[in-house]
Each structure stands twice: as structure tokens, then as C-alpha cells.
């Protein structure tokens, strides 16, 4: 074997054999409190279905492809703090404290805000569980959502990989703003 490949091959161990003693980052644990529906229209509201699976969607792919650990607030007590329609939207604060009994770092506030069917947004703040402060405050167009099953149901999914995406870049510079960010979020 030449000295070249010999040496190749040592960096490939090394390599592979250094990456094993660094454990891998734990997983952000967060919490998604429910959709809240913001209906600026003067169409009937969503069916209450068609705006949960839209937290469903998210929740999933947060757990799965990015790898997050999604801890479920309680339900309750998430109830009975809905003082009006969005009220966690407009107090993180409280979001928070749902959050941190939940055991998470995170809290994600999502608001569907609905002006038509062609002008629909899922709209998300980003709180940090631990003081309550919005880090990020992400938005999503859903345009059609809403208009056929099919299409809704093709919105719903793709709408919740793009804001798990960008969930994940703003904690992600939140915990470091120097740093460019690897994904966690597989495509």
C-alpha cells in the first residue's frame, strides 16, 4: 500500500472512530400548544378538525424528521388559560409556564390567520420556556387551504415542514447567533 493510501486510510478512522466519542446533541424539547384560528373573514370558521390537524402535522414532524422531543402541554390547563380566542398568542409569558411544568425548553404558539381562502397563513411565535421571551415569530402562506380536501391535506403536511424548518433555524440562533446552524430537519 502507498504512503498516500496509508494515510487516507488512517484519516478515515480517525475520522470515524473520533465522531463516536462526541454524544450527540439531546433534542430540544418543546412544546406545541394547539391552533389557534384567527378567522378575518366573513366566511364560517375552519372546522375545528381541519385547524388541529395543522398542530398534529407539526407535532409529528418535529418528532420525526427533525428529531425534536414534542412534550405535550397539559390539556387542561391549556383549556382553561385560553382566556379569549388566542390568548397564548398574546401572552407567551403564560405559554411559557405551560411549557416549563411540561418539561419543555421551547414553547411554539401557532395562529392560523384567515383572510380568504387564497390568503391563509400559519403563523408561529417561538418562546423560549425558561423567561418567556419570543425569539422568532415565523410565518407560512397556505394559499388554497381550505378549498379542497386534497389540497388542504397536501397544505397541511408541506405547511408543517416548512415551519418546522424554521422553528428549528430559530432556536437554533437563538442558542448560537454566530454560528450558522446545521439542520436537524431532514428533507
Known amino acids: 500500500m502507498s504512503l498516500f493510501r496509508t494515510i ?3 484519516a478515515v478512522v480517525g475520522t470515524t472512530t473520533s465522531g463516536t466519542n462526541v454524544p450527540p446533541a439531546p433534542a430540544p424539547r418543546v412544546t406545541v400548544l394547539s391552533v389557534a384560528l384567527n378567522n378575518l373573514s366573513n366566511l364560517p370558521d375552519d372546522p375545528p378538525a381541519r385547524v ?3 398542530g398534529d402535522a407539526l407535532r409529528a414532524r418535529l418528532a420525526g424528521e427533525c428529531g425534536y422531543a414534542v412534550l405535550p402541554a397539559d390539556s387542561l ?3 382553561l388559560g385560553h382566556a379569549g380566542r388566542y390568548y397564548y398568542y398574546d401572552h407567551p409569558d403564560d405559554a411559557a409556564k405551560l411549557a416549563r411544568d411540561a418539561g419543555a425548553e421551547w414553547v411554539l404558539i401557532p395562529r392560523l390567520n384567515r383572510a380568504s381562502p387564497w390568503v391563509t397563513d400559519l403563523q408561529l411565535h417561538v418562546v423560549r420556556a425558561s423567561d418567556g421571551t419570543i425569539v422568532s415569530n415565523r410565518a407560512v402562506e397556505l394559499k388554497g ?3 379542497r380536501d386534497d ?3 397536501k397544505l397541511t403536511v408541506r405547511g408543517a415542514a416548512w415551519m418546522a424548518d424554521q422553528i428549528d433555524q430559530a432556536i437554533a440562533r437563538s442558542l448560537s ?3 450558522t446552524p446545521a439542520r436537524r430537519c431532514k428533507a
Open 52 to 54: 388541529a390537524a395543522l
Open 77 to 79: 390547563d391549556e383549556a
Open 8 to 10: 487516507a486510510a488512517l
Open 177 to 179: 447567533p454566530d454560528v
Open 151 to 153: 389540497l388542504t391535506e
Open 145 to 147: 387551504f381550505g378549498m
